[in-house]
């Protein structure tokens, strides 16, 4: 790789030696993957949730802290392994929990900023179209680079922190424009309900694998939510890191998707695909629904405010439970609209800074429903469970009287 001068003297240790190790293991992946050079980027997602980095991703994060490493650009990470504040009040193990406050004290050494979400887009990390990016987090990656129209890879978790330690990463994959290039055509041929931007994620996954998808039939009336939804579970059943949806989102607003050439493959949505596909999101033989969990990912202030409508009058069921997973920003919004009184009051738990992938499930519950295919995807395999896959309103549906 080309190096400038700042990188050689970073790479001599004159910046500390946190970032000099940064940066080595930066060039040492970088070269393999063909990058002739470093590029600067303007923010980082990165992650520290103790459900994916276990002990060896710990100590590593401590270690960077102990060695003097400080973020350079502003950094942010996925949700935690517990919720802060309620972990012991609902029997999550307390050397686990341990663990996390841990991994908690070493990003703040490091300057990173607590957010805990998936979503840093609703928590002001809004990086410009063109940017570089530095993100981990498959259903952030797909925001950034699709609705925001700003570049990144899906960034390793450890090579995310080296990132947020030196502002810098290799430029390889979607950092260079001819690699943004639509490959295959979706045309949607059916009007979409709220669930259906995510059953159409699924289908996107399994048929793109990690391809780019351009979409047609998409109305401008699409919000950020059903987007944030249509790219967290393109990325759980299939990898795609970007897609582009023809006059909505920004790359495909000004010009061809597939830069003049025409798709490798192409392929319609229809009513019958989209319901064939959220039955199968469905386990053979879930059981009376107990628990209803919602914010896949984090749910938005919108999303809280309607959901507080659907339940109006309605209690959360004695023998059932209903969690919110969401950003501590939306949990205070909601506060301080009194949303989250009414919420509370109906018996609904909001879980601010986790997720329910990446924490253990306590409580013991066996069937539960979610309006969200990312979760339905991931659910059943991490914790042994049976999910229903239906909509909002089937979830309160489900869980209240
Ligand atoms: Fe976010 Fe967890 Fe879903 S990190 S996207 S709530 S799996």
Same mark, same amino acid.
């Given at each position: ?18 970032? !000099? ?80 406050? !841990? ?15 998936? $979503? ?15 993100? #981990? ?17 899906? $960034? ?10 030196? &502002? ?30 995510? $059953? ?8 793109? &694998? ?7 039939? =998409? ?12 790219? #967290? ?55 009376? =629904? ?15 405010? !309607? ?32 949303? @989250? ?32 295919? @990312? ?16 909509? $909002? ?9």
């Amino acid at each position: 790789m080309q190096l400038t001068d700042q990188e050689k003297r970073i790479l001599q240790g004159e910046e500390g030696e946190a970032k !000099r190790l940064a940066l080595e293991i930066l060039q040492k992946v970088g070269e393999p993957l063909g990058a002739e050079r470093f590029i600067e980027v303007a923010s980082v997602q990165a992650m520290a949730h103790f459900g994916s980095l276990h002990i060896a991703g710990r100590d590593w994060l401590e270690k960077l802290a102990q060695l003097g490493g400080c973020c350079c650009v502003p950094t942010t990470q996925d949700p935690a392994s517990i919720p802060f504040g309620q972990w012991e009040e609902m029997g999550y193990d307390a050397e686990y929990a341990q663990n996390q406050m !841990r991994l908690a004290e070493a990003i703040l050494k490091l300057g990173e900023m607590p957010k805990w979400s998936c $979503t840093p887009y609703y928590q002001g990390s809004i990086p410009r179209v063109g940017q570089n990016v530095a993100w #981990a987090e498959s259903s952030a990656v797909s925001f950034a680079n699709s609705v925001l129209g700003a570049r990144t890879n899906r $960034t390793p978790a450890g090579l995310a922190i080296c990132a947020a330690l030196t &502002g810098k990463m290799p430029c390889y994959g979607l950092y260079l424009k001819e690699n943004r290039r639509a490959q295959i055509k979706v045309c949607v041929e059916c009007e979409l309900t709220d669930l259906d931007y995510n $059953t159409l994620g699924i289908l996107l996954g399994k048929r793109a &694998g990690a391809k780019i998808p351009a979409i047609y039939g =998409i109305p401008g009336s699409a919000t950020n939510d059903n987007l944030k939804y249509l790219g #967290a579970s393109a990325a759980s059943s299939g990898s795609v890191a970007l897609y582009h949806i023809d006059g909505v989102t920004p790359e495909a607003l000004l010009q061809d998707p597939f830069g003049g050439r025409a798709p490798e493959e192409e392929f319609s949505v229809t009513r019958e695909l989209l319901d064939e596909e959220a039955q199968r999101l469905t386990t053979e033989g879930v059981g009376d =629904i107990q628990l209803a969990v919602v914010g896949c990912p984090h749910y938005s202030s919108e999303e809280a405010i !309607r959901l507080s409508k659907i339940i109006e009058g309605r209690k959360v069921a004695e023998d059932k439970a209903f969690w919110i997973f969401t950003t501590l920003e939306t949990d205070s919004l909601l506060e301080r609209m009194g949303i @989250k009184a009414k919420l509370t009051q109906a018996g609904i738990r909001i879980m601010a800074q986790t997720c329910l992938v990446i924490s253990p499930l306590v409580g013991g519950y066996q069937n539960l429903i979610t309006d969200s295919g @990312k979760f339905a995807s991931y659910l059943p395999s991490e914790h042994g469970i049976k999910i229903k896959y239906a909509s $909002t309103e089937a979830c309160a549906e489900a869980v209240m009287k």
